[in-house]
């Protein structure tokens, strides 16, 4: 497995290359980055991340407002307000801590992240078991237990995987190379296993069933929730926006004022009610939007009054980039604009 990564190992921005030490902030900020989301996605808001937050000292001396606003568009903003409470942490103890308890005591890192960081930032002998090294191991080892009741026998497989000598001599290689084979080569729906340097081992492979590894139970169908959201603007230009709540979905980020999210549609009448002033409403469009555990409609009413004055704060509607707007929020500005 290491000749092979050494060999084939992926080029990313956040990886150190060969006989370079890893920087542990680069690796933690990835992988909080990466939760939920795909490698494609992540580089361009990463690339953008470190050149406006160098350093783990620099992430923690900014705002939150200004850290919400680069995180945005990345989703699961959760992530992004721990991160600068983490941020702050380790810059208050001069770095981050070298052992997995350490890591684990820090806010939001969990056990995965731990062992991410510990592994390839400090050498610390571990297995992170991310859904590539899932995949690897479910195949390799032929559990067909269906998620995420295997999910113990594939932790099992993995760290018996990182107790090999090599991988305890290397694991910081040891791990990315498990990353690189999961992303590459081991791939869901059709691996390349003649390419793979574990093919004559695999479990899976020799049973005919890799492909349909690991197994997944039923899928749950999201619900739908339901809002109204208000495209307020008046005659300079400005639109109305508001600041979420700190805790919660979405929390402390910026939106158009709007109604609850509810599990029935609203009529014009009740969505009017929750309004920010009194206008003249008209329909804009509807935005859908998934997220983890529902679905989104958004109706979104629009209107242009001469002075707003209603609470709230105002920007331009032309320089809403820089806001802190998830991204459900940008589809709501998106078709209101372009429906203006």
Known sequence: MLAWYDRHRRRLP?????????????????EIMLQQTTVAAVIPYYERFV?????????????????????????????????????RAVAAVGGFPRDLDGLRALPGIGAYTAAAVGAIAFGVPTVPVDGNVERVAARLFAIDDSLPS???????????????PDARARPSDFAQA???????????ATPACALCPWRDVCAGRLAGIAAELPRKGPKKQRPVRYGVHFWLTDEAGQVLLRR????????????????????ESWTAADAVRHAPMPAEWRPAGQVRHGLTHFELAIDLLAARVPRI???????????????ALPSVMRKCVRMAVGGN
């Open 244 to 263: 979420r709540p700190a805790s919660g979905l979405f929390g402390g980020m910026t939106e158009l004022p709007g109604t609850p999210w509810r599990g």
């Open 309 to 323: 004055e209603a609470e709230g704060f105002l920007r331009p509607a032309t320089e809403l980039a820089d806001e």
């Open 51 to 87: 050149t406006r937050f160098p350093s783990v000292d620099a992430l923690a001396a900014a705002p939150l407002e200004t850290v919400l606003a680069a995180w945005a568009g990345l989703g699961y903003y959760a992530r992004a307000r721990n991160l600068h409470a983490c941020a």
């Open 178 to 188: 498990l990353f690189d084979l999961g992303a590459t080569i081991c791939t869901p």
């Open 14 to 30: 956040w990886r150190a290359l060969p006989g370079e030490t890893a920087d542990p902030y680069r690796v933690w900020l990835s």
């Open 150 to 164: 295997a999910k113990p026998a594939i932790a099992g497989a993995a760290a018996r995987l990182g107790a090999d």
